[in-house]
Structure formats: structure tokens, C-alpha cells
């Protein structure tokens, strides 16, 4: 089976089986509602696998193929550049705390742009209004932190 | 139903994966020695309830588990590990504890209360074709839940200032 069919293909699979687990009740729209959404995420999930296993193919065959021969110069982590020093568990800068903290909020930031993101279309100029307004919001967190100096880099 | 029926529904299999994934991967993360792969298996037991989230048909919450607590609450963790150790992770004697067996009886019994209460509760009320998608949420919160949303942009704004404040000490001060 040709890749491009088989989302489709595991997505009537998908229909076949929550379908047929829906009450008569709601058998018309919210059934249909409930396969589409699957077959979404089976599509996804199909996608993920295939990337998978390409890289794992890929990767597999390349250590398969090639000739082994490690010296010390080549396993190093740069090739070129400055030599590390010491370990990678060695402990950081207390100052990459607040840059923690500013993702924090701007992740949450993200988990509202999402819903108005894919419902833009049907909320027109008023979501866009109202966005900015959230947005505006916030960005005057991130001037306060600039004119704090906080995302200055002090030595 | 008996186990035989059960295991030939194709979501239970899916079910079944992704929850004992889940299972081995806390077991980890009470049990490993370093503190960063502990961090790290969070991440795929967290991982596994968003997976579960999505199969009961709330994509909204599903994605705001992976966002929330493995962008976020995850990389805060990480942060504190990275910041507080030196040598990060390695310290074996520290991670154990002399109350480990009171809490494992008290995490059994937390479970065994939780389960219970939910399986008597909803005993075999099924929850079929209720899907909300994204797009749903978006027309509710832009839509009905207006002023709410822009009361959250100034809690945040709040966490923020807080966050610096807290967490920079004034150089002038």
C-alpha cells in the first residue's frame, strides 16, 4: 500500500470502530463528528510512525554500512572550535532562571493563541481586535522586564 | 465484559499501551538515580495522559497537558535541577529517602481511592460521541468568554512582574 492511501484507509478503519460503538442516539452528526476526528489523529499518528521509521532506517543501515574506526580527535563533540572543558553536568548560571520564567507566561501565551488560531476564519475582525488587546497586554510584561534590565547579559 | 472481549476492541489495545508505557515510565521516575532522567521520564508519563486525553475525544485539554506541563513545568524542574546541583544529577545518595515504603502506601492507597470513587460513580455510563475540538473552544472563548480571556492576559501580566520581581535581585538596592 502506497503511503498517501493508507491514512485514509486506517481512517475508515477508524470510522468502522466508533461508529460502531455510538449509541443510536446521536448516530447521525456526532458520529460522523467522532470518525473524522480519529481519522485526524490516525493520519498524525501514521505520519509520526512513517518519520520514525525512516530516520531509524535510515540511521540502522548508515552504522551498518560504514567502516568503524573511532579516534579520540573524532569523537569529540566539536570538530572544530575551542575544546570543551570538564563535564556536561556541570551546574548553570542562576541568571537562565528568569528566562525560564518569562516562557512560562509566554508559553501560556501560546496555549490561547491556539483556539483563536484555527477559528479565525469565522471570528473575523473582532477575535483579531481581541487578540491584540491580549497580546498588547502582555508585551507590556516584556517591556517592564527590558527596562528592568533583566534580559541584560551582566558579567 | 470479560478480558477477552475487551482486548479485541482496537482502542482498548491502544489504551493498554499507552497506559502501561505510562506505568513504567513513573515506576522510573520514583526509582532512577538521576535526577534529570527522572525529569525526562515525567515527560513521557506526561506524554501518555495527553495521548489518553486526545482518545477520550478532548483535544483542547490534550494539547495544553503537552504545552503546559512538558514545555513548561518540566523545563521549569530541569531549570531548578541544572541551577541547584553540581554535578547535576549524580547525586544517588540524596535521591533516596528513609519514609519511601509510609509513601508508596500512601500513594497505593491515594490510587485505590480515586479509582474506586470514579468506577462506583460512573460504574458503565458510556461516553460515546463526544468530541470538542479546538475550533469549538476558540467560538466559546472569543465569542461568549470575552472579558474572561482578557482578565487572564492581566493574571499573566501579573505572574510576570511577580516572576522578575521575586526572582531579580536590584543591582541599586
Not at chain 1, 66 to 73: D, F, G, I, W
Not at chain 2, 7 to 24: D, G, H, K, P
Not at chain 2, 82 to 89: D, K, Y
Amino acid at each position: 500500500m502506497w503511503p498517501p492511501q493508507c491514512p485514509a484507509a486506517l481512517g475508515a478503519v477508524a470510522r468502522g470502530i466508533y461508529t460502531r460503538r455510538s449509541t443510536p442516539a446521536d448516530a447521525g452528526d456526532g458520529a460522523a463528528q467522532v470518525a473524522e476526528y480519529f481519522q485526524d489523529y490516525i493520519t498524525v499518528a501514521v505520519f509520526a510512525a512513517f518519520g520514525a521509521v525512516l530516520v531509524a532506517v535510515a540511521v540502522g543501515a548508515a552504522s551498518l554500512l560504514r567502516p568503524s574506526n573511532p579516534t579520540a580527535t573524532k569523537s569529540q563533540t566539536y570538530e572544530c572550535g575551542i575544546d570543551p572543558v570538564g563535564g556536561g553536568w556541570s551546574q548553570t548560571h542562576v541568571r537562565y532562571y528568569i528566562f525560564a520564567l518569562l516562557f512560562l507566561v509566554f508559553d501560556v501565551e501560546a496555549v490561547f493563541i491556539f483556539p483563536w488560531a484555527v477559528q479565525l476564519e469565522t471570528l473575523g475582525v473582532f477575535a483579531l481586535v481581541e487578540m491584540m488587546v491580549f497580546v498588547v497586554i502582555l508585551l507590556a510584561g516584556l517591556v517592564y522586564a527590558i527596562r528592568k534590565g533583566v534580559l541584560e547579559w551582566e558579567s | 465484559m470479560s478480558f477477552g472481549d475487551w482486548i479485541t476492541e482496537a482502542q482498548n489495545i491502544v489504551f493498554l499501551v499507552f497506559a502501561i508505557a505510562m506505568l513504567f515510565a513513573s515506576v522510573v521516575v520514583v526509582t532512577s538515580r538521576n535526577v534529570v532522567h527522572a525529569a525526562l521520564m515525567l515527560v513521557v508519563a506526561l506524554g501518555g495522559s495527553a495521548a489518553l486525553f486526545l482518545m477520550l475525544g478532548a483535544e483542547f485539554v490534550a494539547w495544553v497537558v503537552v504545552l503546559v506541563y512538558i514545555g513548561a513545568v518540566v523545563v521549569l524542574f530541569l531549570f531548578g535541577i541544572m541551577i541547584t546541583r553540581a554535578p547535576t544529577g549524580r547525586d544517588t545518595a540524596r535521591l533516596d529517602h528513609e519514609r519511601r515504603w509510609p509513601a508508596l502506601l500512601i500513594a497505593v492507597a491515594t490510587f485505590a481511592t480515586i479509582a474506586t470513587t470514579t468506577t462506583l460513580a460512573f460504574e458503565d455510563t458510556e461516553v460515546a460521541g463526544e468530541v470538542v475540538r479546538t475550533a469549538q473552544i476558540g467560538d466559546l472563548l472569543f465569542n461568549r468568554f470575552v472579558i474572561p480571556f482578557e482578565a487572564v492576559s492581566f493574571v499573566l501580566l501579573a505572574a510576570l512582574i511577580g516572576g522578575i520581581v521575586l526572582a531579580r535581585k536590584d543591582a541599586d538596592e
